[in-house]
């Protein structure tokens, strides 16, 4: 077995860039936003056969065993991979497991997470827990060896090609909201469950509603203790928001802002190029950020609230060059559809579209600032 570790950065660089240039398929390259199953699963399965499915996993369990340098290049050169459905347990639930789960759950879902067969969505947010998610009321009540689920999730990605869920659920109703939080495993077959798709602005159905009625859950199934939800769940919070500050998104845009604003003839016009220098330069203080993030997660220092700041700063400044293609594309900006500038085809409207609800999920814009107020500024509450 390589040790990756062990190898050169460049030496790695360019052994992921060859896996990726040779396996990679065409048609997902021009994936902007989410993948289905359907899309993914053949890439996915080649990735776990090369043993690459869980690059940041320890070997014990399939992964790559990357430390946070070598992942933090493999990520890079990912460049234009859509995430799939496997997200959620790769990368959300794995994890967690590995840290809360007991060694029966360890064996059991870690396998099958890692080979595709099972694909875990996140229920946590509820038509009224959102930001406040600690207001979340689908209930667990014990009976025997089962809790017994009933409530309502809303927004979950990918629910319609999940084959499970983990989700947070209300098991002690007299303490404290954060104090009264369980962690949940739920096949989405069971009886009781039901998973409706809900379209989106750009017309997919990425977001799903979870409804549980009676759902019979076996008492096995709960991470990290009875009420420990609360802390399960913090674990994995902070595993997103550093991904999401890779500015790679936000280079990308630019570059298909660029491409179309060539063959526009806006990079004669002043106030084009003010704005263009206005969104390179902001691209390039995310990539300064995140770089001082992941230096600081290389050396194993701990990650502070201000990471929310890159999560603000990626997720805005992708908002604005979408923004300004649509502009750019003048006639052609309401078009909707793979679009040809010169010898290059852009889509206009679709990474528009789905570049809104970057600053809503994980975290809104509002509530990173409101993190940012409290525990960075210190500012009165
Ligand atoms: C792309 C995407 C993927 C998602 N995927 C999932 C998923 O897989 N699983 C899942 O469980 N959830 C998912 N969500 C849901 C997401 O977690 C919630 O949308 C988010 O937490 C916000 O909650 P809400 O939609 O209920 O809005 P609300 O909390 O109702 O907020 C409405 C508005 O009020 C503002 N606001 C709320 N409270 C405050 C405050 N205290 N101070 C200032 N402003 C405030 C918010 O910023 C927002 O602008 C996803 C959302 C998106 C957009």
Redesign the pocket.
């Known amino acids: 077995m390589t040790d990756w570790n062990a190898m050169s950065d460049q030496a790695f660089r360019q052994e992921v860039r060859r896996f990726y240039a040779e396996h990679f398929p065409a048609h997902l390259r021009a994936v902007i936003g989410y993948l289905t199953w359907a899309q993914q699963q053949d890439w996915y399965r080649k990735l776990y056969e090369r043993g690459w499915a869980a690059p940041s996993w320890p070997r014990e369990h399939g992964g790559m065993g990357l430390d946070t340098n070598k992942l933090l290049i493999f990520v890079d050169e990912r460049l234009d991979a859509a995430r799939g459905p496997e997200f ?1 347990g790769i990368v959300m639930l794995g994890p967690v497991l590995m840290k809360f789960g007991s060694p029966a759950q360890q064996a059991y879902y870690l396998p099958r997470i890692l080979s595709g067969e099972d694909r875990w ?13 600690a207001g979340l009321r689908t209930e667990a009540v014990l009976d025997g060896d089962h809790f017994v689920v009933n409530g309502q ?7 319609l090609d999940c084959t499970h869920a983990f989700v ?1 659920v209300r098991t002690d109703k007299s303490v404290k909201k954060q104090a009264g939080i369980s962690f949940l495993l739920i096949d989405l077959g069971s009886h009781g469950v039901t998973v409706r798709g809900i379209r989106n602005i750009a017309g997919q159905q ?2 799903c509603e979870m409804f549980f009625d009676n759902v019979r859950v076996p008492k096995d199934n709960l991470v990290g203790g009875l009420n420990q939800g609360w802390t399960v769940s913090k674990a994995l919070v902070g595993h997103e928001r550093l991904l999401i500050g890779n500015p790679q998104h936000c280079q990308l845009a630019l570059d298909r802002l660029a491409a179309v604003a060539r063959v526009q003839g806006l990079f004669d016009d002043a106030g084009f190029i003010d704005r263009f220098a206005q969104l390179a330069l902001d691209v390039e203080d995310l990539g300064a950020t995140y770089a001082r993030f992941c230096d600081l997660a290389r050396r194993g220092a701990a990650i502070g609230a201000d990471v929310s700041m890159l999560k603000i700063w990626a997720t805005e400044t992708l908002q604005r060059i979408n923004e300004q293609i649509v502009e750019a594309a003048g006639d052609l900006g309401a078009t909707e559809g793979l679009i040809a500038f010169g010898d290059r085809a852009v889509d206009v409207l679709h990474p528009f579209y ?1 570049s ?12 990173q ?2 993190i940012m107020a409290k525990f960075v500024l210190e500012l009165p509450g």
Not at 153 to 159: A, F, Y
Not at 356 to 367: K, Q
């Open positions: 959620g969505a996140q229920g946590y947010s509820e038509p009224g827990a959102g930001s406040d998610l999730k809303i927004w979950t990605t990918w629910g947070l990425d977001f789905i809104r609800p970057t600053t809503i999920g994980a975290g809104t814009s509002e509530i600032r409101n």
